[in-house]
C-alpha cells in the first residue's frame, strides 16, 4: 500500500520534470538568439537550464523536504499559476484569482450565514419559551420546508419578483453598466443581494429555529435548571446562566464552523443567481481541470478548519471549567 | 418484530402530517409504477434525445391543455392534415389533361373556432418524378372567401415550406392590409396572424387583433408531366397547447420527463440515501469496535473525506467520465461512505460498546463480526431511521443540483433535466412558467413529503423531543 502510494509518487514527479524538459527545450530551440550555436551546445544549454529549473522547483529534494516546501507555500499563499482560468484583471495567480472572487462570496454568504445562525438562535430560545404557543407550533409545522434547497426557493423567487413583478434584477452583482457612483454601486449591489439572501433565509431559518428550540427545551428541562427555578430566580437570570452558559461550546462550534464553510460560497445558488464567487470559481475550475486552483481552495479551507478547530479547544477551556481541570 | 412495526405505523398514522405524507409518497410510487410499465426505459431515452426530427409535429413551448380552462380562453391545438392519410376534410384527385400532362387538386378543409392564434404553421411535401419537376401552387382561402396566393414552386425534392418565416409571403401580405385598409400595422405582421385574423381596422394594432373563426381551406394545384409523378402534402398548424404538461424548447412532450423522473427520483433518492446510511454506520460500528489501529486509520480517511469538497470532486468525475446516473449514484454513495456521519455513529458505537449485553455476547464466545452485525448494528438501526427518510430528500435535491449544473446524466429525462433546460431556455424571462413549475412542484411534494415522515418518525424513535 505504502510503496504503491511512493510510486505514484514517482510517477507523478517524473510527469512533472518531463514537462519541465519539455517547456525549456522547445524555448531554447525556438530562440532566434541560440540559433548560431551547434546541436551539441544546445543540447548542452537545455541539460544545464533544465537542472536549474528542477532546483528552483525542488524537485531534486526528497519527498520529505519537498513536503515542507509545499506547506510554507501554501501558508504564504504561494499557490503558484492557474493552467487555464484567469482573473478579472488578468492575472493567472492562483491567490489573485481567489482573493478577486473572495469578497463577493463573503459579502453575500457569510452576511447569509450570520442571519440565519441569529435568526435561529433568538428565535429558538423566543420559542423554547414558548412551548405549545401558536407561533412555536407554527414553525414547528414548517421546519419540513427546510428539506428544499435554497437555490430552489431562489427559482421561485425569480419567478415571482423578477419576472412576475419586475421588481428586483434576475441576478448577477451589480447593474450593467456598473454605476460610478460609490453610493449608487453599493445600493445596486444590495438591490442584487435581497433574493439570494432572501432564498437562503426562507430555505434555511425555519429548521434553524425548529432545531434551536428543540435544542433549548431539553437543556431547559435538566435538573439544574429545575432547581433554579425552585429556587425562584428570576427568568432572566436562568436563561443567562443556567441555560445559555452550558449550551455555549456547541453553539460556539456551530458558530465557528459556519463562518468557516461560508467562505466557499455555494455552487448551485451561485449558478442560480449568476452571482461572481468562490462557488461559481471552484465549478470553473472544476470543469476546466484547473488543479492548481482546487488545490488552493481547498488547502485554504483546510488550513482554516484546521486552525478553528485548534482555536476553538482553547475556547472551551475557557467556557467550561470542567474541561480546563480535566474533571469528566 | 413485526408487532414492533405495526406498533411504529400506527403511531406513525396518528401524525396527521406523516399521513398526508405517507399518501403523497404512495402516489408517487403508483405514478413510478405506471410510468415503467408503459413506458419502457430506452423509448423514453430514444423520445428524449431523437431531437427535433421526431417531434416535427409538436408545437414548441406549448402550454399544457389545462391553461386553456385557467385563463377561461380557448388555445389552439395542433390542427394536422395529411393527404397520404385521408380523412375528413382532405380531398385529393388527380385528372389526365391531355396525354401526358395530368393535374393535382388538393383540398384541406379544417375548422378553426380558437380564441388565439397558432404559434407556427407548416406545410411538408412529398415529391415523386421521373424527368420534369411538377409545377405547385398553394393557396389560403379564409372563412370569408378571401384567397391568399401563398407559393408557387417546383420542388425538386421532398421538404417542408415554413409558411411561418416566409419573408415573401410576410411583405405580400403586408401590402394587401395596406391596400384593403389604407394604413400600416403597428407591428410586424407575421403571416401565423394575417392568415387568421378578422381583417377589419383591428388587425392594425397587435393588442387588438382577432381571430376569424371559421372554415379555412388549403388548397394545393399541381401540374405533373410524368405518368408516375406524384404530390403529397402534410398541413400542420401548430396550436399553443399541448398535452397535460406542455412542449419544451426542442418541442418535446415535458410529460415524458415529469413521468420517468418520478422513478428516478425515487429510486436514487432512497438508495442513495440507505446506501450511505448503512456504510457510514457499518464504518464507524468498525472503528469503534476493533479500535486502537483501525479506529485511527479509519477516523484519518474520515478527517480527509470532510475536507474534500464534495461537489467539485463530483463535478470533475463527471466531466471526465460522463456517466449515467446509475454510476453517478455509485459515485456519489463511494464518496460519502467515509463523510461526517461516521464520526457521529463512532460516538453512538463507542457507548454501546460498554453495555452489559455486548459484555454478555462477548463471554459466550461471539467473535467480533457476529458482535458487529447482529449486536451493534442492528441496535442503532431504529435511531437512523428519521434521517434516512429525511437523507432521501436531500439526495433528490442534488441530483436536480447536479443537473442545474449542467453535470447530470446526459441521456435519461429527468427533473433536474426539465428544470435546467427551463432556466437556460430563458422561461423565467419569457413568462413560460409551467416549463420550470411543473417539475419544480414535482421535486417540491416529494422531498416535503419525506420530510413530513422523517420528523413524525423522528418524534417516535426519539420520544425526547415529544416531551411534555
Redesign the interface.
Known amino acids: 500500500m505504502l510503496s504503491e502510494h511512493a510510486n505514484d509518487v514517482v510517477s507523478i514527479l517524473r510527469i512533472m520534470k518531463s514537462e519541465v524538459l519539455f517547456r525549456i527545450s522547445t524555448s531554447v530551440y525556438q530562440n532566434p538568439a541560440y540559433r548560431t550555436l551547434n546541436e551539441t551546445a544546445l543540447r548542452n544549454l537545455v541539460n544545464r537550464l533544465y537542472e536549474l529549473e528542477i532546483k528552483k522547483l525542488g524537485f531534486d529534494q526528497p519527498f520529505f523536504v519537498r513536503s515542507f516546501n509545499y506547506l510554507r507555500d501554501a501558508l504564504t499563499l504561494d499557490l503558484g499559476r492557474s493552467l487555464f482560468l484567469s482573473s478579472d484583471s488578468g492575472s493567472r495567480s492562483v491567490r489573485i484569482i481567489i482573493l478577486e472572487r473572495l469578497p463577493n462570496t463573503v459579502l453575500l454568504f457569510t452576511t447569509t450565514q450570520l442571519l440565519l445562525f441569529f435568526i435561529g438562535l433568538f428565535g429558538g430560545l423566543y420559542l423554547s419559551r414558548r412551548y405549545g404557543s401558536r407561533i412555536e407550533r407554527t414553525v414547528s409545522l414548517l421546519a419540513p420546508f427546510s428539506s428544499l434547497s435554497g437555490w430552489f426557493y431562489g427559482l421561485f423567487l425569480i419567478l415571482i419578483f423578477a419576472s412576475v413583478l419586475r421588481l428586483l434584477p434576475y441576478g448577477g452583482m451589480v447593474d450593467i453598466p456598473p454605476p460610478t457612483d460609490r453610493f449608487a454601486y453599493a445600493l445596486s449591489v444590495l438591490k442584487h443581494m435581497i433574493l439570494p439572501v432572501m432564498s437562503w433565509l426562507l430555505a434555511y431559518s425555519f429548521l434553524g429555529i425548529y432545531t434551536r428550540r428543540t435544542f433549548f427545551l431539553i437543556f431547559s428541562s435538566e435538573d439544574y435548571v429545575e432547581v433554579a427555578r425552585a429556587k425562584g430566580l428570576p427568568d432572566d437570570l436562568i436563561r443567562r446562566r443556567y441555560i445559555l452558559r452550558p449550551t455555549l461550546p456547541p453553539i460556539v462550534t456551530d458558530f465557528s464552523l459556519t463562518l468557516i464553510s461560508s467562505w466557499l460560497g455555494a455552487i448551485v445558488t451561485e449558478t442560480v443567481f449568476n452571482w461572481p464567487g468562490i462557488g461559481r470559481l471552484f465549478y470553473e475550475a472544476a470543469a476546466f481541470f484547473d488543479t492548481p486552483v482546487i488545490v488552493g481552495l481547498v488547502v485554504i479551507y483546510a488550513y482554516l478548519l484546521a486552525v478553528t478547530v485548534f482555536v476553538l479547544e482553547i475556547v472551551y477551556a475557557v467556557l467550561d471549567p470542567r474541561i480546563r481541570t480535566g474533571v469528566a | 418484530m413485526s408487532s414492533r412495526i405495526r406498533e411504529n405505523l400506527r403511531a406513525l398514522t396518528s401524525y396527521k ?1 406523516a399521513v398526508i405524507g405517507l399518501a403523497v409518497i404512495m402516489v408517487l410510487v403508483a405514478i413510478s409504477i405506471y410510468t415503467v410499465i408503459t413506458i419502457p426505459y430506452e423509448e423514453a431515452v430514444r423520445l428524449w434525445r431523437a431531437g427535433e426530427q421526431h417531434w416535427l409535429d409538436t408545437p414548441r413551448n406549448a402550454f399544457p391543455s389545462w391553461y386553456s380552462s385557467i385563463l377561461q380562453k380557448r388555445l389552439p391545438e395542433t390542427i394536422i392534415k395529411d393527404t397520404t392519410k385521408p380523412g375528413p376534410g382532405v380531398y385529393k384527385v388527380i385528372v389526365q389533361a391531355g396525354e401526358v400532362v395530368r393535374i393535382l387538386r388538393i383540398d384541406i378543409d379544417f375548422r378553426f373556432d380558437y380564441d388565439d392564434f397558432p404559434s407556427e404553421i407548416n406545410i411538408f411535401y412529398s415529391v415523386r418524378f421521373n424527368r420534369s419537376v411538377p409545377q405547385i401552387t398553394m393557396t389560403w382561402t379564409k372563412p370569408d372567401g378571401t384567397t391568399i396566393e401563398l407559393r408557387k414552386f417546383t420542388p425538386t425534392s421532398d421538404g417542408a415550406y415554413y409558411v411561418s418565416v416566409d419573408q415573401g409571403l410576410t411583405s405580400r401580405e403586408v401590402e394587401r392590409v395596406v391596400a384593403k385598409l389604407g394604413s400600416r400595422p403597428n407591428y410586424e405582421l407575421s403571416p401565423t396572424i394575417s392568415l387568421f385574423a378578422v381583417e377589419d381596422r383591428s388587425i392594425l394594432e397587435s393588442d387588438r387583433v382577432q381571430v376569424m373563426k371559421g372554415n379555412y381551406r388549403l388548397s394545393v394545384e399541381g401540374l405533373l408531366f410524368d405518368p408516375q409523378s406524384d404530390f403529397d402534402v402534410k398541413l400542420v398548424v401548430y396550436g399553443k397547447v399541448y398535452g397535460w404538461a406542455g412542449t419544451d424548447h426542442l418541442r418535446r412532450d415535458i410529460g415524458i420527463a415529469l413521468l420517468w423522473g418520478t422513478p428516478i427520483a425515487l429510486s436514487f433518492g432512497l438508495i442513495a440515501a440507505v446506501a450511505v446510511a448503512l456504510i457510514q454506520m457499518s464504518v464507524g460500528a468498525v472503528s469503534a469496535w476493533f479500535g486502537g489501529a483501525v479506529d485511527n486509520a479509519i477516523q484519518r480517511v474520515t478527517e480527509i473525506f470532510i ?3 464534495f ?3 463530483l ?2 468525475v463527471q ?2 467520465y460522463k456517466v449515467d446516473i446509475w454510476t453517478l449514484l455509485l459515485v456519489i454513495v463511494a464518496l460519502l461512505s467515509f463523510g461526517p456521519g461516521v464520526k457521529n455513529y463512532r460516538a453512538l458505537f463507542l457507548q454501546l460498546k460498554e453495555s452489559q449485553y455486548i459484555e454478555a455476547a462477548k463471554s459466550y464466545g461471539a467473535g467480533s463480526a457476529r458482535i458487529v452485525l447482529l449486536h451493534l448494528v442492528p441496535r442503532v438501526i431504529p435511531t437512523m431511521i428519521p434521517s434516512i427518510v ?1 437523507s432521501v ?2 439526495f433528490v ?1 442534488l441530483e ?2 447536479l443537473a ?2 449542467g ?1 447530470g446524466d446526459p441521456r435519461t429525462p429527468t427533473w433536474g433535466k426539465v ?1 435546467q433546460d427551463s ?1 437556460y431556455g430563458g422561461a ?2 419569457k ?1 413560460l ?1 409551467y416549463w ?2 411543473e417539475p ?1 412542484f414535482l ?2 411534494i416529494t ?2 413529503s ?3 415522515v ?2 413524525a418518525l423522528d418524534k417516535i424513535f426519539n420520544p ?2 415529544r ?1 411534555a
Open positions: 402530517s475536507v474534500l469538497p461537489l467539485p470532486t463535478i470533475m466531466t471526465l429525511f430528500a436531500d435535491f436536480a443540483a442545474i449544473l453535470i428544470i432556466f423565467l424571462f413568462g412558467y420550470t413549475l419544480a421535486l417540491l422531498s416535503l419525506f420530510a413530513l422523517g420528523f425526547r423531543l416531551e
